[in-house]
């Protein structure tokens, strides 16, 4: 009997649900514990099987990077979505981010942890049009916080456009570091109430950049 060939439609779906399994696999049990093994115990494919979505490890890590990035996008584009003041506006989008590190801590650590090709090492290959994309949809959470920082930065006469990016590493640095501590489990082992220093830090870090 001859193989039924799927559709490009059939074919998206089935590498959806392998998705959505990585990715429960991802958020429950981390990164080190994510296989094609196992990923093929949860969907009932075998390894081999499963290769024929998803040609190689790379292109996997690559379909979840995307993915937890629109999530992002998701999370802070909707919590500015109703709101015209732009400290209002990096007040939520610091809270939000906050939000998705700590109720997320295994998509944050292969997002912002892990050592893994970027966009420019897959020119020339295969993955080179898929790295492409998602490197877009990484690209527009950036660009949704530094448009907000411009108004930011507009509304303050003290601060300089110029000096924008800085100020956005200066205070991506402080917010991961203090991430870092807290999904470790070393805030917590420091401090009595992490939750509270980690609201005073980002107020803190918000302070610094909004007329008093």
Sequence with gaps: MSKTTRSEKEIE?????????ALIILKD????????????????????????YFKNKDQLIIAIHKKTFELLYTMLSGAVKKEGNPAAKMKK???????????????????????????????G???????????????????????????????????????????????????HGMISLYNSGLLKAIVKNPDRVMARIADDSLATYLKK
């Excluded at 779906?13 to 399994?21: F, N, R, W």
């Excluded at 994510?34 to 969907?43: A, D, E, N, Q, V």
């Excluded at 998705?100 to 970027?118: E, G, L």
Aim: overall charge negative; proline content about 3%; aromatic content about 14%.
């Design 29 to 52: 049990e981390g990164f080190d514990n994510l296989s094609m093994y196992k990923l093929g115990k949860r969907t009932g494919m075998t390894a081999a099987n499963l290769y024929n």
């Design 125 to 175: 290959t295969p993955e080179e049009p898929i790295s492409r994309d998602e490197y877009q949809s990484s690209l527009r959470n950036l660009n949704l916080v530094m448009d907000i920082g411009k108004e930011v930065l507009a509304s303050n006469s003290d601060l300089k456009d110029a000096d924008l990016e800085f100020y956005f590493i200066k205070t991506f640095s402080e917010l």
């Design 93 to 123: 989008i610091i809270k939000t981010y906050l939000k998705f590190a700590t109720d997320y801590p295994n998509y944050y650590d292969v997002m912002f942890n892990r050592r893994v090709p970027q966009v420019t090492d897959y020119n």
């Design 13 to 21: 779906k089935v590498k959806s649900g392998i998705l959505e399994e």
